[in-house]
C-alpha cells in the first residue's frame, strides 16, 4: 500500500489575489467600483498632499476643486474618516482663496 499524498493547493487563487500575468485588469463600471472601495484609504494622504499644494494653485483651479463630483466625493469620504483632516482642509483651501 502506498503512503497517502499530501494535498497541496499552492497554485490555488483567492479571493482579492493580483491578476496573473497575461489576465486583464477591472474596467468600465468594474473599475470605477474598485477605485470607490479604495477611497477611503486614499483620503488622508490626498488631503495631506492637496494641502501642500493648495498654495501654488491659481483661482480657477481651487474652484475647480470645490465643483468637481470626485473632489467633492473625496471630501465627503474624509470628513467621515477624519473630520480634523476634513476641518484642515477647509481651512487650507480658505486660506488659498484669500491669497
Partial sequence: MAPPQ???????????DLPAAGETTASGAEANALEETSLAVD???????????????RPE??????????ELAKFAVLKATDMARARELEAAIQA???G
Fill in 61 to 70: 483651479q481651487i474652484c475647480a476643486l470645490e465643483t468637481d463630483r470626485k
Fill in 96 to 98: 488659498a482663496k484669500e
Fill in 43 to 57: 483620503v488622508i494622504a490626498w488631503a495631506d498632499k492637496l494641502i501642500d499644494d493648495l498654495p501654488f494653485l
Fill in 6 to 16: 499530501p494535498r497541496t493547493d499552492a497554485g490555488d487563487t483567492f479571493p482579492g
